[in-house]
Every structure is written in structure tokens, then in C-alpha cells.
């Protein structure tokens, strides 16, 4: 699983790295930002889930597994 946060979109709640703090990291400002280039580390997949429900301003974006893609053909 992969994240992404859209650092146009994000107003610094901080919430993100709460909720996820093996996934998201802030700046001195509170903003956010992935860890490891939003490589989720196992586990804390649940916890990035909810970071990305749990954002004020939906700035952070999921993308599930590439293995999915992978094993259709
Ligand atoms: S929760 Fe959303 S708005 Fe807040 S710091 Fe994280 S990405 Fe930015």
C-alpha cells in the first residue's frame, strides 16, 4: 500500500500524523508529509486508512496494494 498527500490541499491539522505516525510525519508549521515516499510499512496499513478518512481537508490520497494489478495477468 501506497499513500499520497496532496501538499497543495493540506492546512497543517496535523491529524494525519496522529492517527499514523508510522506513515506521516509534519514540518515545524504541522504539515504533512509521507515517510519511506508513502511506502506504507506493514501493519500500519488500518492506521493510514484512517489518517486518509480522518483528514479535514481529504488532502491524502490510497493506493492499495500493487500486487492487485499484478496477479490479474
Ligand atoms: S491531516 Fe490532512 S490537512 Fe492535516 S496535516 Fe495531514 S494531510 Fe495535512
Redesign the pocket.
Known amino acids: 500500500m501506497r499513500v499520497q498527500?496532496d501538499a497543495t490541499m493540506?492546512?497543517?491539522?496535523?491529524?494525519?500524523a496522529e492517527f499514523a505516525p508510522d506513515v506521516?510525519v509534519?514540518d515545524d508549521w504541522?504539515?504533512?508529509s509521507p515517510v519511506a515516499a508513502g511506502e506504507v510499512p506493514p501493519g500500519s496499513e488500518d492506521a493510514a486508512r484512517l489518517?486518509a478518512a480522518e483528514?479535514?481537508?481529504k488532502?491524502?490520497l490510497i493506493h492499495e496494494a500493487r500486487d492487485a494489478a499484478r496477479t490479474r495477468g
Not at 493540506?10 to 494525519?16: A, I, L, S, T, V
Open positions: 498527500l493540506c492546512d497543517g491539522y496535523g491529524r494525519c506521516f509534519l504541522g504539515y504533512g489518517a483528514c479535514p481537508v488532502a491524502i
